[in-house]
């Protein structure tokens, strides 16, 4: 239907509310030309009508770009077909491509989640510079967001990630329906008899944000507070005020603790971040590490916590790596933070152990100790099985162990001759010497590369694979945490 039908039938209630949000938030200025990002589903093309009714009013110029991911088939073909037809029948500008989702989340190591939403930004920002679109516009809405804060409390994220998602983003990207409860959206098209496309995978329940919307939400209503969505959304307004204010504050302190910015490297005094505050250090060491690698992704909050080891109980000549290449390294008074132009994978171990050191080490307890031959903690901690972290996430030298398959004291040693264990996923064991061959680890590195012990056998081959007897299962009820810090 047109523009004029929609206006006829006199049914724009929501037309208010998301004029407030508009202005409270300066999401567009007169002469603005807005890229809108239409899937097919309710939320885009309740946003592609709403503002096409404002255009006239915000003096907007507007387009429709969509992505097709190729996860569906034949649907998702059917859904870019339909937003084709949708921008055609609105006289728009119509911006499609299409993109192989499985070969991107391989290469860059992602879930399909992740990867789908990287290229689909890649997209609408390539589309908007190159047709001269100064803002992009999404449909995320109030619940939505409500879904994003409990997902982030599920995964213990700090007050960033429950502050939701922001109404514009670095002055471009804006989400002019944020205040706008979905059934409000819903009640709008179908007053007006629009019509939108619906994916088959929003009530598949293997995604936790499908979980957190059909199971957790309405739990929550039903049984604590029917006004959640609205309370979490409170809870994000006040939390983003309050990043503001602290980003703010930290924006002074980085400007006298860095020392050097160059190209891939920034360089911090050790001595003025261990006089800060743990918040401001933990915040300083990621805008840090941001800054160098253009992004957080990867970088955990135990990867901070390991930097903040290194500046105050390390070694004062050592270093870490951390995901995609990042490396940090302390020089006594000076951190320096780099991207290293190689993997860092395979220098796990540099040179500080000769290859004919023998070492063992005894752990009568979950702990930490220093492994001088490595140049390395170790540390043990035991974490509760009824909220596990994402295993996918943890990097390579994280092992995740079930306890009752195990025994203390437990020993860490470098290979020897004959060692065999059964690596994670295989039916039968294999000789640690074999695995190395397989895995393509250099000789050198070998014997540098320990292995843990309980009761005689190995159960992790550190930094490359656990044995398959000690793995998580559904009935693990206690999970020994094995983190190898590098200094």
């Not at 152990?353 to 080490?361: A, F, S, V």
């Amino acid at each position: 239907m047109s523009e004029t039908q929609v206006v006829e039938k006199n049914k724009c209630s929501i037309l208010g509310p998301v004029m407030k949000t508009i202005e409270a938030h300066n999401m567009f200025q007169p002469a603005d030309s807005v890229l809108i990002g239409v899937s097919g589903g309710s939320d885009s093309v309740a946003l592609l009508y709403i503002l096409l009714l404002l255009a006239p009013k915000l003096a907007i110029r507007l387009g429709v770009a969509h992505l097709n991911h190729g996860l569906r088939g034949e649907a998702s073909e059917r859904d870019a077909r339909f937003v084709s037809a949708l921008a055609e029948k609105n006289n728009l500008p119509f911006f499609y491509d299409k993109v192989n989702v499985p070969e991107y989340r391989r290469i860059h190591k992602l879930s399909e989640e992740e990867a789908s939403r990287c290229l689909r930004y890649e997209f609408f920002n390539r589309i908007a510079k190159k047709n001269g679109y100064q803002k992009i516009a999404l449909g995320h809405q109030a619940d939505d967001n409500a879904e994003l804060i409990l997902m982030c409390l599920l995964r213990g994220s700090g007050t960033l990630g429950v502050s939701g998602i922001a109404p514009v983003r670095n002055g471009k990207l804006v989400r002019p329906l944020i205040d706008i409860r979905k059934k409000e959206i819903l009640e709008f098209l179908n007053q007006n008899d629009i019509q939108y496309v619906n994916d088959a995978t929003n009530t598949q329940m293997r995604y936790l944000r499908n979980r957190v919307r059909h199971q957790l939400i309405p739990c929550l209503k039903s049984t604590y507070n029917p006004n959640i969505v609205e309370t979490l959304n409170r809870l994000s307004s006040i939390l983003r005020a309050e990043e503001e204010w602290i980003s703010h504050q930290i924006h002074h302190l980085w400007s006298r603790l860095f020392k050097v910015s160059e190209h891939n490297r920034v360089h911090l005094g050790v001595d003025e971040i261990n006089n800060l505050h743990i918040a401001a250090k933990r915040r300083i060491l990621r805008h840090a590490i941001r800054m160098v690698k253009g992004n957080l992704r990867r970088i955990t909050f135990s990867h901070i916590e390991q930097v903040i080891v290194l500046c105050e109980e390390g070694p004062k000549v050592g270093s870490l790596h951390l995901p995609d290449r990042i490396r940090i390294d302390r020089h006594n008074t000076l951190l320096k933070i780099s991207k290293e132009a190689r993997s860092l994978r395979n220098s796990d171990f540099p040179n500080r152990t000769p290859t004919n050191c023998h070492y063992e080490y005894r752990f009568d307890k979950p702990q930490q100790a220093w492994i001088e031959e490595l140049g390395a903690y170790l540390r043990l901690t035991e974490i509760s099985a009824e909220n596990p972290p994402d295993y996918r996430k943890a990097g390579h030298r994280v092992a995740f162990i079930d306890m009752n398959m195990i025994e203390f004291p437990l020993l860490l040693r470098n290979p020897k001759p004959g060692d065999r264990f059964k690596p994670l996923g295989m039916k039968g064991t294999q000789k640690v010497k074999t695995f190395f061959i397989n895995n393509k680890i250099p000789r050198g590195e070998r014997n540098r590369c320990p292995v843990m012990i309980s009761r005689g056998k190995i159960i992790w081959v550190v930094g490359h694979r656990i044995d398959d007897s000690v793995k998580i299962s559904p009935e693990t009820r206690r999970i020994l945490k094995a983190e190898l810090l590098l200094a």
